[in-house]
């Protein structure tokens, strides 16, 4: 057997209390998620993306005849495997479509926290997958999207499983498990249901089969060649069934072998007219900076998690290259690794679109969680070897930044996603300069505020119930989906009683009126709604004589 063979168990491999905690980490936030998925408002673009769910399956159902999917914006140019789980979900349970999308959203995010555990628990052992789960259920980026970015997030988690799987997996070449190989294709197909990028994976494969053999040492090149070829026949059911799950949740897929391709090409020439904020500065999505991505990581991404990963790069990883017993921990890192050098420099390099804050590489998030996780768990080891309080204390300070962060969240709820570090001052420091409830998000808070505020004043002024004209800087479903009948929708904002918006990008101060109720978090305004009556009695024509 080869010395680095796969079929060494490390002994921390053995379940532990780490395990324990992590079990419990996930039953939590799995009973957390039920009980708050109702808290969380639809975002800009879920009506279209469920719209789109239905057009597929009405698709499927008429035969193939009915083509109205390939004609609904450029949706086709993306899987629908999230939209059609929903809508057929919604067909069978009494429930709202859009609670049922934040909810199976939740669950993705979830499992995509999972997968973050059970990959650096198989490269680090239980401690490590422990920090890694924690360190991304407390990164707002993460938790706070996993209720409505139900496109990034399940494709993020779909990412992150087929990657644990492609690690078990190489871990066998050139001859995987089939136990290994059809989860890895299934992730793939789920992450090639949702975004093309997804293609990434087969640049993944390609990289663990090129370590794998660099390690094997074959002589020859004969050899080699009939190792790549051994590899590559091996995950053939993998990519024959990851293949069936893309086409059966993509029609536009189907229709051409090379589609997938060209949805890539197609949206790295995306310019529409939408403009983001970076550090004070308005630009388009076609002018922004190429250092764009790297800076909202930086300053999205909790401090804690930025530590563990400067860890594991700079001490970790030449710590492990010199110990001949952790080769194979040394190639398992490369390739996670790469599942973040490679998307983010193709985005810099390339500068393609960008907006929305970081939301469209959340994919990345969570080996980044996977690398701080044993990142900190290298240190705690090794401090453990000089001075056990050392490694106490060091793990002491993991749990306060740990502990800080889940606070904050806490105190932004539901509004996690609007999580700032401190390098920018948090949400305050962020407010104005950076991107903030571009989803209008607070939207179903802003309208019990006015709802309240309406009831209260009626009920002081002994008036009846009025009804009353709403204008939004928002969609309209948005809005529609959580008013009560008093309160209609209305596009002519002249004639508005009321004008509801967020703070983003200055979108409250398309309309005047009076502030009569604010959404606030961590002393930060992120929506507002105007009272315009005294406008609308202002500028009514007099009566005649």
Sequence with gaps: MHPHSARQVLPSSRFDWHDLAALVLLLGLLALALLTFGDYGISNDEPVQQRYGELIIAYYASGFSDRSLFKFYNLYLYGGLFD????????????DVYGIRHLLCALAGIGGIA?????ARLIAGPRAGLIAAALLAVTGVWYGAMFN??????FAAAMMGATYWLLRAMRDLPRPRLRDVLPFGAMLGAALGLRAVGLLLGVYLGAAILFKLYDSGLPDNRARLAFIGRSVFAFAPGLILGYLIMIATWPWAALDVFNPVRAIFAFAEFHYDIRDLVAGKIYRMDEMPRWYLPLYLAIKLPLVLWAGVALALVAAIPRLARQA????MRYELALVALTIALPVAAQVIGRGPAFSG????????PPLAVLAGIGCDALIAALARWRAPAAVAAGLAVGAGLLWNAVTLVRLHPYEYLFYNQLVGGLPGATGRYATDYWTNSMPEAVRALEALLTRAERSAGKPRGYYKVSICSEPP????V???????TDIWEEAHFFISSTHMGCDN???GDVVATVERLGVVIAVVKDRRAILDRDAPEAGP
């Design 149 to 154: 970015h139900t496109k990034d997030i399940t």
């Design 478 to 481: 948005q809005f529609e989906h």
């Design 510 to 512: 398309l309309l005047a």
């Design 325 to 328: 017993t952790t080769v194979r």
């Design 115 to 119: 997968a973050a555990w059970a990959t």
């Design 483 to 489: 008013a009560g009948d008093r309160l209609s929708w």
């Design 84 to 95: 059609v789980l929903a809508t057929l979900i919604a067909k069978l349970l009494p429930l």
């Design 358 to 365: 970081m939301r469209h590489f959340t994919f990345v998030v």
